[in-house]
């Protein structure tokens, strides 16, 4: 399967937890993303990297979430200090953005479903 | 504030028949549109893409309408399948600068056999 994945699928943790989360996009994807989605809802950005830099990040990215892209390639989302309303499906996107006036077209990731007890 | 929206929550229709999901945006500097489809439990998957310098675009069974003069999109499905069934958002982007995709609340799209 050569789309984007995200590991763990599902993460049950207790309040006040650390947790991370692993996406690997699609190979050769210059840009990945993170959103938030929750019950009912539109995905939410959340950040998003070009290669290994950081170009963006929301203000819904607090400072518990931090959020890697060493090698320009997989990405790690760590969430410290877990409230439960952090719940949510956290979802990844990889894009290839070549010439600046080329589309920008995002492809998802299954999600990690984080619920906080 | 600026933002996308649908004006049907939940659409029902039978095998067969076509169907039309609407979409307002208010961002009149928004260049390029998607629509996506997402079943339970899974993230959302691309559908089509429209830019702004297009009113229509067709795919497989479904084509997006860009109405730039009362900034609406809408997606029609021909010949609705119950695989079809499905929450569809349309999202917004500004291709230059930020690249962050703005969602609506989505449509829920129910085709019965």
């Not at chain 1, 190979?27 to 939410?44: A, D, I, K, M």
């Amino acid at each position: 399967d050569t789309g984007v994945s995200q590991d763990p699928r599902h993460k049950i943790t207790k309040r006040g937890q650390n947790v991370t989360f692993r996406c690997d996009p699609i190979s050769e994807h210059n840009r990945l993303y993170w959103y938030r989605q929750t019950l009912g809802q539109g995905p939410e950005f959340l950040t998003y990297f070009q290669n290994e830099a950081q170009l963006e990040k929301s203000r819904l990215l607090s400072d518990r979430f931090s959020a890697e892209r060493p090698k320009g390639s997989f990405s790690t989302l760590e969430i410290q200090r877990t409230e439960q309303g952090d719940s949510a499906m956290y979802l990844c996107a990889s894009s290839l953005k070549g010439h600046p006036t080329s589309t920008d077209t995002q492809y998802f990731g299954p999600g990690t479903r984080l619920t906080v007890l | 504030g600026e933002s996308v929206g649908l004006h049907l929550p939940t659409l029902s229709v039978q095998e067969g028949d076509n169907s039309i999901i609407n979409c307002a945006y208010s961002n009149s500097a928004s260049d390029y549109f998607i629509w996506y489809k997402q079943e339970s439990g899974k993230g959302p998957q691309f559908i089509i893409d429209i830019r702004s310098n297009m009113d229509k675009r067709q795919g497989q069974r479904v084509t997006v309408l860009l109405n730039k003069t009362v900034k609406h999109l809408s997606l029609q499905i021909a010949a609705t399948q119950p695989g079809d069934s499905a929450v569809y958002f349309c999202a917004e982007n500004r291709n230059s600068g930020y690249s962050t995709l703005t969602f609506g609340k989505g449509t829920m799209l129910l085709v019965s056999p």
